[in-house]
């Protein structure tokens, strides 16, 4: 066996180190990623409904707003159980998505609902008026 001097080490565990010092930074930094609920947008005839994933979640612990041609939904969830936490997979915290509508609606004609975990939100398409379609507008 060759016997090596201690400071010839000193490089790799210093490098050794600073990779287990970045992977426990990385790992509370995983813990802080912001929840965005998958949501879907789609088309009615009449009406489009947004659907939203937000498990976990009562109507109090969500807030909409509609602002312009975008739809607000914001929401927060805590932990749902206490104790030692082992492993972590479930995200919480608050959660902030502005989505564009895909198409004009009239404005405060949202009609929500949530029924196990899945929000939904129903809104009336604005109507072109026979003088739009006269003109060609969109």
Known sequence: ARCYPADMNEPVLARLNTL???REEVES??????????ADWLDQDT???????VPGLST?????????????VAGERGPAHTGQQLSRERPEGRFVRTLAFPDA???GSAQASLSSGVLSVRFEKRRKT???LERGEE
Do not use: N, Y
């Open 20 to 22: 287990m010092a970045l």
């Open 130 to 132: 026979w003088l739009q």
């Open 105 to 107: 609606v009239v404005p």
């Open 47 to 53: 009406h489009l409904l947004l659907v939203m994933d």
């Open 29 to 38: 930094i995983g813990s802080a990623f912001p929840w965005e609920p998958a």
């Open 60 to 72: 109090e612990q969500l807030e909409l707003s509609e602002e312009g041609g975008e739809l607000t």
